[in-house]
């Protein structure tokens, strides 16, 4: 009993002793009805408070408890009423705890275990489990139908365009002595704005075809991208830069062709004006001293181009992350250089933003480290 006592006190669920053959609650390690919100003086019997679906099952495990052989363990579960009428559900865990003279059990332990908690959250996960996959099911449809709708504007949609302009183009050419100046000058400006549409609907379906560019991600060396990009980048624009350099770069795991996208996006809006100087430095910092939401408590790679000669107001800093808003001004119509390389940031866990310096601007980077 001293045993019984100590273990009662150092456990958050209730011991409770029943008489197998009479029922009557022999032991509570703390009274069950005042748990469920009773007051001491009129705590009513376990057997009273019980749900009338539950009162017969619990009477016929108490019985049947003098089959229990010794050490066997037997479970139930049941219900229990409030002051306010609602219900607790408790599950009981019992075993024999005194036999007769003839080896017949008498007296049953249980351990009563209030689990509504446990149940309502399993419930709830039950819940989010089947609203995650109706919102599954609703984002795979979208997803098809955004399938079909880039196919429709890679083919049908871009032909019709290029046919609209080409049969423009043989008006204007064709019929240009026959034309008056305006209508010839009109058709100029179709074919314009047909040629911008048809520029703008490349951009989206670009766009939306980047996670199809992945393929498995492997640790990449991101000092071998940055030479190939701005290899390539000095070959196209030979006099835009006047030097590039940069820290020591890390390999990180990632998607090799997506980060040469995005070195090339960022380092192509920095290398196009005179007398500027583009820099590539490279830290590591960890994650609980940066501010963005959902940043992680782990270290990131960060990675910062930087370049003199571009203006960048305070107020622009998010808005040139979005689709079509051009850092500056383009001979390209449409342009989604940024919005790509947010994408990109986004597929590798990662963020981007963009900060205005004194006499240029800074893209930063922030790659998690090792997280796939």
């Known amino acids: 009993d001293k045993l019984l006592n100590n273990i009662s006190r150092t456990s958050a669920d209730i011991l409770v002793i029943i008489h197998i053959r009479t029922k009557e609650t022999l032991f509570q390690s703390r009274s069950v009805a005042e748990s469920l919100g009773y007051s001491k003086k009129n705590a009513p019997d376990l057997f009273t408070l019980l749900h009338p679906d539950d009162l017969q099952p619990m009477l016929d495990h108490v019985d049947n408890m003098v089959t229990a052989v010794k050490g066997e363990v037997r479970e139930?579960?049941?219900?229990?009423?409030?002051?306010?009428?609602?219900?607790?559900?408790?599950?009981?865990?019992?075993?024999v705890y005194k036999w007769d003279d003839e080896g017949v059990p008498v007296e049953k332990l249980g351990i009563a275990q209030d689990i509504t908690s446990e149940?309502?959250?399993?419930?709830e996960v039950r819940k989010l489990n089947l609203i995650l996959t109706l919102k599954n099911r609703e984002l795979t449809s979208v997803n098809a139908e955004l399938t079909t709708f880039n196919n429709i504007a890679a083919k049908d949609y871009?032909?019709?365009?290029?046919?609209?302009?080409m049969n423009l183009e043989y008006v204007a050419s064709n019929?240009?002595?026959?034309?008056?100046?305006?209508?010839?000058?009109?058709?100029?400006?179709?074919?314009?704005a047909i040629q911008k549409l048809k520029l703008l609907t490349d951009d989206i379906i670009a766009y939306s075809r980047i996670p199809q560019l992945e393929s498995e991600s492997t640790l990449t060396n991101l000092e071998e991208i940055r030479d190939e990009v701005v290899g390539e980048l000095a070959k196209s624009t030979p006099d835009a830069?006047?030097?590039?350099?940069?820290?020591?770069?890390?390999?990180?795991?990632?998607?090799?062709?997506?980060?040469?996208?995005?070195?090339?996006h960022l380092l192509s809006n920095l290398f196009t004006a005179e007398d500027r100087n583009v820099e590539i430095s490279y830290d590591r910092v960890p994650g609980s001293k940066l501010l963005f939401p959902d940043m992680l408590d782990i270290d990131y790679h960060k990675i910062i181009f930087s370049s003199t000669g571009i203006k960048l107001e305070p107020e622009d800093a998010e808005k040139i992350f979005t689709l079509f808003h051009m850092l500056r001004e383009r001979k390209k119509p449409g342009s989604i250089g940024l919005a790509v390389c947010r994408k990109i940031m986004q597929l590798h866990q990662g963020f981007i933003n963009a900060v205005p310096l004194k006499s240029g601007i800074a893209f930063l980077c922030y790659f998690p480290v090792m997280t796939f």
């Open 119 to 123: 149940l309502n959250a399993v419930a």
């Open 76 to 95: 139930i579960e049941y219900r229990l009423r409030k002051p306010d009428n609602g219900y607790r559900i408790f599950r009981d865990r019992n075993t």
């Open 175 to 192: 019929d240009a002595d026959q034309l008056p100046q305006k209508i010839k000058t009109n058709l100029r400006k179709a074919q314009s």
């Open 158 to 165: 871009a032909k019709t365009l290029r046919t609209l302009y």
């Open 241 to 264: 830069v006047a030097t590039v350099s940069s820290h020591k770069l890390p390999s990180i795991q990632g998607y090799p062709l997506l980060l040469s996208v995005l070195f090339s």
